[in-house]
C-alpha cells in the first residue's frame, strides 16, 4: 500500500479522467465526465454547484456507492471497494439516519458492532465520540428526544466512531436552520483541527464552503465537471467573524463567479 | 375510561336491536303455537314467549348468556358438555395452525425479499391461493391428508396455516423493505454482511408491521380451524358445535359457539396487542 500511495503523491483520494454515465429511461445522464482531482491528506475540501453538478455522485463514487464508468479513481492508493472493504471513511448523509429504535448510544456503537469492536472498546469509543460532538450525558435518550442539529451531530459521532482518515459528508447540514448551522460549522472545524482527518464535504451554500474549506471544488452541471479548484488563502484557525473579512469575501466573490460561469454556458 | 360510555351506549344499542329482532323473528312461530291451541296471545305472553322458545330462529341475549353460564361453568372442562373444552379442542388448533402460518409467511417473506427469482414469482401464488374458497378446499385438505394417515389436530391447523400466512408474507415483505436507500447505503458503508443488515436494520424495521399481520393471522387462524372442523364431522370443537348446532336446530348452542369464538379472538388478538405495546415501547417506537 505504502508504493502505491507514493506513487499518487500521497493524495488520500485521486481521481482522474473519472466518469459516470447512467442510463435511464430518456437515454444516457452523464452525471460526471473527466473528473480530476487530488485530495490531499489533512484537506478539508468543499464541492459546491448546483443541483444535478454531480457533487454528491462524486462523493458516492469515493465511497463505493456509484461505480464509475470512465477513468480511474483510488482512495487511500485502492480501489474504492477495497477501501470500503477496509471501512477507510466515514460517510455522513444528508439526514441523520437514526435508527429509531436505538439510543443515541447504541446508534453511535452499531457501526462498532458490525465492525466487531470489542464491548469494552465499545463503550470506550461511544463516550469518547459523543465527548468530540458535545452530545456526552444523551446517551441514553432516543433520537426523537433531540433536536435537528443534536441528530445530525451524533451521525457525525457515528462516523467518527471507528478509525476512518476520511470523512465524507454530503451536505451534512443543508436541512438545518442558519444559526444551527454556524454552530456546527464551527465544531465540525474544531473537530477537524484536532482529529487530522481528511474532509470531502458536499454543500450548496457559498459561505459555508468557503469558511470551512482549505480547497473549495467548483462544479458545473450537465454533463456535471469540475470548473475551479480554489485553494484557499485563509489560516486554518478560523473564527465565525473571519467571514467579514476581505480575503474571506474575496474567496466568496471569485466562487460565486465560478458558479455563475458553469451556468451561463 | 373516557370511553366506558359510547362503549356502553353502544352495547346497550345492540342489546336493544337483540332484543327487539327476537320479537319480530320469533313471534310468527309463537303465534302458531298459540292458534293450533286454539288460543290469542296478549302482547305480553307474545313477547314473554319469543324470548324463551326452545329453538328459536333468534335466541335472546339472556339465552345465550344462561347457555354460557351453563356449558362453561356448569360442567367439568373434560366433558363434552363443556364449551371451555370445545373451544380448547379449535384454540390448539388455532395456535399451531398460527404458529406454522407465522413460520411459513417469514420464510416466503424472507426469500421474496432476499431471493430475486422469488421475488419474481412468488407473490402472484400467494395471492391466488387467497382466492380459492376456504370452504372449497378445506375438506380436500383434510381428506388427501387423512389418506396419508393424518388426522386430528394437524389437518385443521393446515387450514389456519393457510390462511394465517397471507397476512404474515404480505406484512413482513413490505416490513423488511421498509428501511430507506439512505439506510442500506449506510450499512454498505460500514462493509456489513447481508446477515447483520438483516439483524440490525431489516428485522428491527419490520417489527411494527409484524405485530399488525399477526393480529389479522390470528383472527383468521381461529376461522381457519373452525372451517376446518366443519367438514370432518368431527365431534369436538366449536366447528362442531356449530354443525351439531344446526342439524338439530340448536340456536341457543350455535350462538354461544359463535360467542365464544369471537372471544377467544378478541383475546388472542389483545395478547398481541399487549406484545406489540411491550416489544415496541422496549424498542422506544411506541
Redesign the interface.
Known amino acids: 500500500m505504502q508504493g502505491k500511495e507514493s506513487r499518487h503523491d500521497g493524495a488520500v483520494i485521486s481521481a482522474r479522467a473519472l466518469g459516470l454515465t447512467f442510463q435511464t429511461g430518456d437515454g444516457a445522464v452523464q452525471a460526471l465526465r473527466d473528473v480530476t482531482l487530488d485530495i490531499h491528506k489533512g484537506d478539508f475540501v468543499s464541492f459546491i454547484g448546483p443541483s444535478g453538478c454531480g457533487k454528491t455522485t462524486f462523493l458516492r463514487v469515493m ?3 456509484e461505480t464509475p464508468t470512465d477513468g480511474e479513481i483510488l482512495v487511500n492508493g485502492v480501489a474504492p471497494q477495497e477501501a ?2 477496509a ?1 477507510a ?3 455522513v ?3 441523520a ?1 437514526l ?5 443515541i448510544g447504541g446508534n453511535v456503537r ?2 462498532l ?3 466487531g469492536y470489542s464491548r469494552a472498546e465499545q463503550v470506550e469509543r461511544v463516550r469518547r465520540v459523543l465527548d468530540l460532538v458535545e452530545l456526552a450525558g444523551f446517551e441514553k435518550k ?1 433520537p ?1 428526544q433531540l433536536s435537528g442539529g443534536m441528530q445530525q451531530r451524533a451521525s457525525i459521532a457515528r462516523a467518527l466512531a471507528f478509525d476512518a482518515d476520511i470523512l465524507l459528508m454530503d451536505e451534512p447540514f443543508g436541512a438545518l436552520d442558519e444559526i444551527v448551522r454556524d454552530h456546527l460549522n464551527e465544531q465540525l472545524l474544531d473537530l477537524w483541527k484536532r482529529t487530522e482527518k481528511t474532509i470531502a464535504f458536499v454543500t450548496h451554500s457559498i459561505p459555508e464552503a468557503v469558511y470551512l474549506s482549505t480547497r473549495i471544488v467548483v462544479m458545473s452541471p450537465r454533463p456535471g465537471r469540475i470548473t475551479d479548484v480554489i485553494d484557499s488563502p485563509l489560516p486554518r484557525d478560523r473564527p465565525l467573524d473571519i467571514r467579514d473579512t476581505p480575503e474571506f469575501l474575496a474567496v466568496a466573490h471569485r466562487v460565486r463567479e465560478g458558479l455563475r460561469a458553469g451556468s451561463d454556458q | 375510561m373516557r370511553s366506558v360510555v359510547p362503549v356502553l351506549t353502544v352495547v346497550g344499542a345492540i342489546f336493544v336491536i337483540w332484543y327487539a329482532a327476537a320479537v319480530w323473528l320469533n313471534a310468527p312461530w309463537a303465534r302458531d303455537v298459540a292458534a293450533r291451541a286454539d288460543r290469542t296471545l296478549s302482547v305480553t305472553e307474545l313477547v314473554a314467549d319469543t324470548w324463551a322458545q326452545d329453538k328459536p330462529k333468534l335466541p335472546a341475549p339472556h339465552q345465550v348468556a344462561v347457555e354460557l353460564w351453563d356449558t362453561v361453568v356448569g360442567q367439568n372442562v373434560t366433558s363434552k358438555r363443556s364449551l371451555v373444552y370445545h373451544a380448547w379442542v379449535t384454540l390448539s388448533a388455532t395456535l399451531l395452525g398460527f404458529a406454522m402460518g407465522t413460520a411459513l409467511g417469514f420464510v416466503l417473506a424472507l426469500g421474496i425479499v432476499y431471493n430475486r427469482v422469488m421475488d419474481m414469482s412468488v407473490m402472484p401464488w400467494v395471492i391466488a391461493s387467497q382466492t380459492i374458497p376456504i370452504l372449497a378446499i378445506a375438506p380436500m385438505i383434510i381428506v388427501v391428508l387423512n389418506a396419508v394417515g393424518l388426522s386430528g389436530l394437524l389437518p385443521k391447523a393446515i387450514i389456519s396455516m393457510y390462511l394465517s400466512f397471507f397476512p404474515i408474507v404480505v406484512g413482513m415483505v413490505k416490513g423488511l423493505r421498509s428501511p430507506d436507500v439512505m439506510m442500506l447505503d449506510q450499512m454498505r458503508t460500514w462493509n456489513a454482511t447481508r446477515v447483520q443488515e438483516f439483524l440490525k436494520l431489516r428485522l428491527p424495521s419490520s417489527m411494527p408491521y409484524l405485530f399488525t399481520s399477526m393480529k389479522i393471522a390470528m383472527a383468521a387462524s381461529l376461522v381457519g380451524a373452525i372451517v376446518g372442523e366443519l367438514p370432518t364431522g368431527a365431534v369436538a370443537g366449536l366447528g362442531a358445535r356449530l354443525l351439531a348446532g344446526s342439524y338439530y336446530g340448536q340456536t341457543i348452542q350455535i350462538w354461544s359457539a359463535l360467542i365464544m369464538a369471537a372471544v377467544l379472538a378478541a383475546t388472542a388478538v389483545a395478547l398481541i396487542g399487549l406484545a406489540q405495546r411491550v416489544v415496541l415501547k422496549r424498542m422506544g417506537m411506541a
Open positions: 465511497a463505493d456507492l470500503r472493504r471501512r471513511y466515514g460517510y448523509f444528508q439526514a439516519g435508527y429509531p429504535w436505538r439510543t452499531l457501526p458492532e458490525i465492525m432516543f426523537w
